[in-house]
């Protein structure tokens, strides 16, 4: 079966812009969740989506962040607009439930300049 | 304060001795604690989870032992080999709580 698939790979962009990110999870996974990783840091939780419902947006830094999951297939995270501080390589993961273990895509790194 | 640890940054062992590595919690009441592999520019690969009332799971070389008294896991690959070597990761997942707290990993270098 295909993996979870993110892109970009890689996103440059100047602050103040905006970037899209978008995540196809494995096709039957309701379960999608988005984490971050900043330079030197842990993974961190963003938000968990089941189908097309927010379940838990707990860990969404601030309001420039807005992730979507239209018809609870793939899912896009808008940065709008970017700061230095939002750095750091974006990961999808899905399961088919919540208390399983999760299938990562291979992240985005965003470098904001 | 909440606090998830991994014993070490790195941990270099000789090729076919057991790896043995530490992840330590703190104000954490996890449902179930997952372990992660993690390769340079790739995503975590899920590998074993392990729930708050199982005191061991296995899984060919692997193997993951769960003390809640003392709040920790252990996570072991036994005949170690070079291919072993990436970065582990321990993953606590709360009750009524849908994020995923990571601890910041153990970088393994597996020698031959």
């Known amino acids: 079966e295909a993996g979870v698939t993110q892109f970009p790979s890689h996103s440059v962009i100047e602050k103040g812009q905006t970037v899209t990110l978008r995540c196809d999870p494995i096709s039957g996974h309701d379960n999608l969740y988005w984490y971050r990783r900043v330079m030197g840091k842990e993974i961190k939780f963003l938000l968990h989506f089941v189908k097309e419902s927010k379940q838990d947006e707990s860990g969404m830094p601030n309001n420039r962040f807005l992730a979507e999951r239209t018809g609870g297939t793939y899912s896009t995270l808008k940065v709008q607009p970017a700061e230095l501080e939002d750095s750091g390589v974006y990961f999808c993961a899905s399961s088919q439930g919540a208390g399983t273990g999760q299938t990562f895509g291979s992240g985005t790194r965003l470098t904001v300049v | 304060s909440q606090k998830i640890e991994q014993n070490s940054e790195a941990l270099n062992i000789q090729e076919g001795k057991t790896a043995t590595l530490t992840c330590n919690y703190t104000?954490?009441?996890?449902?179930?604690l997952q372990w992660y592999r993690q390769d340079p520019g790739r995503g975590p690969v899920f590998l074993l989870l392990?729930?708050?009332?199982?005191k061991e799971k296995r899984k060919e070389r692997l193997k993951v032992t769960f003390d809640t008294t003392l709040k920790q896991s252990l996570f072991h690959i036994t005949a170690s080999q070079p291919a072993d070597s990436a970065t582990y990761l321990c993953a606590l997942r709360l009750y009524n709580n849908n994020d995923m707290r990571f601890g910041a990993g153990t970088r393994l270098t597996v020698k031959p």
């Open positions: 392990i729930r708050e009332n199982e």
């Open positions: 104000n954490y009441s996890p449902a179930y």
